[in-house]
């Protein structure tokens, strides 16, 4: 599709309003490609990849991207712990975890708002049988939770959130649904679960729950 769209594009002869439609369906088939590889990526990842891995270092890793990406209009807090807390991991995927949520935060604003990092320790967290349908470990876990100013998620793609590719609406249109997709499965293959509350009034926060390893 991007390869015929670009050789009409430069080749052929059409009005400018053609040429911008155009221009519209390459930068969605670029962004299909990179949602692609953020899933294989993610079905790729060997098992003996996973090391230990200081949270708070990739937290900032993660923002520093998130930063270049965010417009002046959008502001980034982190609340940072005391303690670089420490998971057994792959570090790209909790990057790419990171990441997806953040990013659609971004896009969740797009009058501009408040996007809100915080990491903190949670010993043997209370699990609600209707948050997942996997088997949790009882232990200590760490919280990172993003939370959002921008418009509340459609409730029926939190409702589908544990079992299924999330339902693709106007309020979660594909590539939301496929970065939260994505997310699920790296915390559901590290160990952990998320929850997600969403008010028109507050915006979203996404609560992920990682096993902890050890401090520093």
């Given at each position: 599709?991007?390869?015929?769209?670009?050789?009409?594009?430069?080749?052929?002869?059409?009005?400018?309003?053609?040429?911008?439609?155009?221009?519209?369906?390459?930068?969605?088939?670029?962004?299909?490609?990179?949602?692609?590889?953020?899933?294989?990526?993610?079905?790729?990842?060997?098992?003996?990849?996973?090391?230990?891995?200081?949270?708070?270092?990739?937290?900032?890793?993660?923002?520093?991207?998130?930063?270049?990406?965010?417009?002046?209009?959008?502001?980034i807090e982190y609340s940072r712990p005391s303690t670089n807390f420490v998971i057994h991991a792959d570090s790209t995927l909790v990057c790419q975890l990171l990441l997806n949520l953040c990013i659609n935060a971004l896009l969740a604003m797009e009058d501009g708002g408040v996007i809100k990092i915080s990491l903190s320790e949670a010993a043997d967290p209370v699990v609600e049988p209707t948050q997942v349908n996997h088997e949790i470990q009882r232990g200590n876990y760490l919280e990172l939770a993003v939370t959002d100013t921008g418009k509340a998620f459609d409730e029926g793609l939190l409702a589908d959130m544990d079992d299924s590719l999330f339902t693709i609406t106007e309020a979660a249109p594909a590539e939301t649904s496929l970065r939260l997709f994505?997310?699920?499965?790296?915390?559901?293959?590290?160990?952990?679960?998320?929850?997600v509350e969403c008010t028109q009034q507050t915006g979203n926060t996404f609560h992920v729950y990682l096993p902890s390893a050890k401090k520093r």
């Open positions: 599709i991007k390869l015929y769209t670009e050789y009409t594009s430069r080749y052929l002869e059409v009005d400018p309003e053609a040429k911008e439609n155009l221009g519209t369906i390459i930068d969605a088939c670029e962004r299909g490609n990179k949602i692609v590889d953020q899933i294989l990526a993610f079905t790729e990842t060997p098992a003996n990849s996973r090391e230990l891995c200081y949270i708070d270092d990739l937290i900032d890793k993660s923002l520093t991207l998130v930063r270049h990406l965010a417009q002046h209009k959008i502001t994505v997310v699920q499965h790296i915390v559901r293959d590290l160990g952990g679960w998320m929850k």
